[in-house]
């Protein structure tokens, strides 16, 4: 499966991993399950782990992506820390930080998974 997540209640906080060649509608499965998901808090803090992605989103895509978060959830989400370390990693992490900055309070690129876990555990 290309999009995974786990809820850490507790930190209010989901991580997402996505790894190999992730599409749009597989983002839109995502959004939808964790729409369903009881376990998942109002609020949410987001781990988002680009480091196995094989794949960049178009700019149509992302903007997809953004309008989905902003306008098609139930939930809100608070800060991000987007995990990339590669080139077309962080590429796709600019694009997200950009096009999707509005819906968070914060988003921020990490170059490895403890340093983005630090940040949002402050």
Excluded: N
Aim: aromatic fraction near 10%.
């Amino acid at each position: 499966m290309p999009i995974s997540y786990t809820l850490d209640r507790s930190r209010s906080l989901v991580r997402t991993r996505c790894t190999g060649e992730v599409r749009f509608p597989e983002v839109l499965a995502h959004f939808d399950h964790l729409q369903r998901d009881p376990e998942r808090p109002w609020q949410l803090d987001v781990l988002l782990d680009f480091s196995g992605l094989a794949t960049t989103p178009g700019i149509p895509e992302a903007r997809g992506v953004a309008y989905r978060i902003q306008h098609k959830l139930d939930f809100g989400f608070e800060r991000c820390a987007v995990v990339a370390g590669g080139e077309s990693e962080v590429k796709a992490a600019r694009m997200f930080q950009e096009m999707c900055r509005t819906a968070f309070t914060q988003v921020q690129i990490f170059p490895d998974t403890s340093a983005a876990e630090s940040w949002l555990a402050r």
